[in-house]
């Protein structure tokens, strides 16, 4: 597409305020997302770090996860970051019996893997097909990937320390996921990636 595209940011809790400056700057419209008929009129969304749990039970409550099924399985372009990633998974390991997210992304990951908000730590992380220097990466209480399915690309790996190899950040289709908050930064080369990726779809 021409011009610039809208993307909406999940705003039921977590860093919603970070991504639509992130996405700003990334060269979108951004704006936040609460109610299924503003999910209609975006080309792209973000679902923000956050608390999935709380997120999960919200998305019911505000009456947008059959919204968002619907958009994903028509190919709408999706990042989801920290808790956005359980989102987007086929399978949540360590998360509540009655937790529920998108299914969008064949994918295990792990809930809290890396510990608790006291364990929470920075990492360089290489993104593939993000060009210059690695990404200064903040994990805060966050998942990592113990599996990916067919389709799913592995876009970055934690490449030093006890956690090295984990995978955190994957990409399959149209759907984006990291484990870590690029917003929280101001390196905002992964949201101009996801902009891309939007302009490109739609």
């Known amino acids: 597409m021409s011009g610039t595209p809208v993307i909406g940011v999940l705003a ?30 975006v080309d792209g969304l973000v679902i923000p770090g956050g608390e999935s749990t709380t997120m999960s039970r919200l998305v019911d409550v505000f009456e947008l996860r059959e919204p968002i099924d619907k958009r994903i399985v028509g190919g709408l372009p999706v990042y989801g970051s920290c808790a956005g990633m359980i989102m987007l998974a086929t399978e949540v390991l360590d998360g509540r019996p009655d937790q529920r997210g998108f299914d969008g992304i064949s994918m295990t990951v792990r809930r809290n893997a890396f510990g608790r908000q006291v364990d929470s730590f920075e990492a360089p992380v290489t993104i593939t097909g993000i060009a210059g220097d690695p990404f200064h990466a903040v994990f805060i209480r966050a998942p990592w990937v113990e599996r990916v399915g067919e389709g799913v690309q592995v876009l970055g790996q934690v490449a030093d320390g006890p956690s090295a190899g984990r995978i955190v950040a994957v990409r399959q289709g149209n759907l984006l996921a990291t484990s870590f908050h690029p917003e929280l930064t101001g390196d905002v080369r992964l949201h101009r990636y996801f902009v891309d990726l939007v302009r490109a779809t739609a």
Request: net charge neutral.
């Open 12 to 41: 039921l809790q977590g860093d919603v305020r970070e991504h639509v400056a992130a996405l700003t700057a990334a060269g979108a419209q951004a704006v936040p997302v609460r109610r299924p008929r503003e999910l209609e009129a």
